[in-house]
C-alpha cells in the first residue's frame, strides 16, 4: 500500500524524543493513529477529522499528534517508556469508522 | 473494553479447503468490517458489512451479519497459502463515534 507512506519503518530508541510522519495521498478527511503491541490488536491513540481532533484516546502525555494539513499526521513523542514499544500504525479513511480504513505500513518503535 | 470479538484464536486448514471466523460484538453498530493483516504489514480491509445487510461478498469472500445475535462471520472458499495472516472483526459502535475497535483477531494459517 504505497497510498500511506509513513517514516521511519524502524525506530530504536533511548530515552529521546522523536516524531513519527504520515502522509495520505488519498484525499481523505480523517486520520488516524493506531498502536499495536506485539500480539495484540490495532489500538486507536488518535483520530483527526479535517484536522480537527475528534477523539483523543487516553494515552500517555508524552504522545502529542500533530496534523499540519489534512494529509500530514505527525506523532511526536518523548521520554519513551519500555511499554511504548510497538508497532506505530497512521490510517486514514473518506470520513469516519463506519468506512474502510487505509493503513499504512507502520513504524516499528523499539525502546531500549 | 473490547467492543467485538473473534471466537477462536487460531485455526490451521490444507490448501484448497474452506474455512470460516466467527465474530460477536457487544453493542449496536453502524457496520462491521472484517481486516486481514499479513505479518509485518498493516491491517487491510477485507469487507465492509452494514447493519441493514446481511451478507456481502468479495471474490472468495463471504460476510454474514445477524444483529439480533450481534455476531458476523467471514468464509473464505479454496484457500491458498497466502490466505495466512491474522483475521479481524472490527466495529465502530454507534456509542463510540468514529472510533473503529478491533477484535483480539483469529490466526489463520494454510499450508500444502
Known amino acids: 500500500n504505497t497510498k500511506i507512506t509513513q517514516s521511519p519503518r524502524y525506530l530504536i530508541l533511548g530515552r529521546a524524543n522523536k516524531s513519527l510522519e504520515c502522509e495520505q495521498h488519498l484525499g481523505h478527511n480523517a486520520m488516524y493513529w493506531y498502536k499495536q503491541s506485539a500480539e495484540k490488536p490495532p489500538e486507536l491513540m488518535f483520530l483527526y477529522n479535517l484536522k480537527q481532533l475528534i477523539r483523543n484516546e487516553t494515552v500517555p502525555s508524552r504522545f502529542i499528534p500533530e496534523c499540519p494539513d489534512s494529509s500530514k499526521l505527525l506523532l511526536h513523542i518523548s521520554a519513551v517508556d519500555p511499554e511504548d514499544s510497538a508497532v506505530y500504525f497512521c490510517?486514514?479513511?473518506?470520513?469516519?469508522?463506519?468506512?474502510?480504513?487505509?493503513f499504512g505500513h507502520g513504524t516499528k518503535l523499539s525502546v531500549l | 473494553s473490547q467492543l467485538a470479538e473473534e471466537n477462536l484464536w487460531a485455526l490451521s486448514v490444507h490448501e484448497g479447503e474452506s474455512v470460516t471466523v466467527n465474530c460477536s460484538y457487544k453493542?449496536?453498530?453502524?457496520?462491521l468490517q472484517w481486516y486481514r493483516q499479513k505479518s509485518g504489514e498493516g491491517p487491510a480491509q477485507l469487507i465492509l458489512?452494514?447493519?441493514?445487510?446481511r451478507e456481502k461478498r468479495n471474490g472468495r469472500l463471504r460476510a454474514t451479519l445477524d444483529t439480533s445475535s450481534q455476531s458476523s462471520s467471514l468464509s473464505i472458499t479454496a484457500t491458498r497459502c497466502e490466505d495466512t495472516a491474522v483475521y479481524f472483526c472490527?466495529?465502530?459502535?454507534?456509542?463510540?463515534?468514529?472510533?473503529?475497535?478491533f477484535g483480539q483477531g483469529t490466526i489463520l494459517k494454510v499450508y500444502l
Open positions: 458489512i452494514r447493519s441493514n445487510e
Open positions: 472490527a466495529t465502530d459502535a454507534t456509542s463510540s463515534g468514529q472510533k473503529l475497535v
Open positions: 453493542t449496536s453498530i453502524t457496520a
Open positions: 490510517a486514514s479513511s473518506r470520513q469516519g469508522a463506519d468506512e474502510r480504513l487505509f
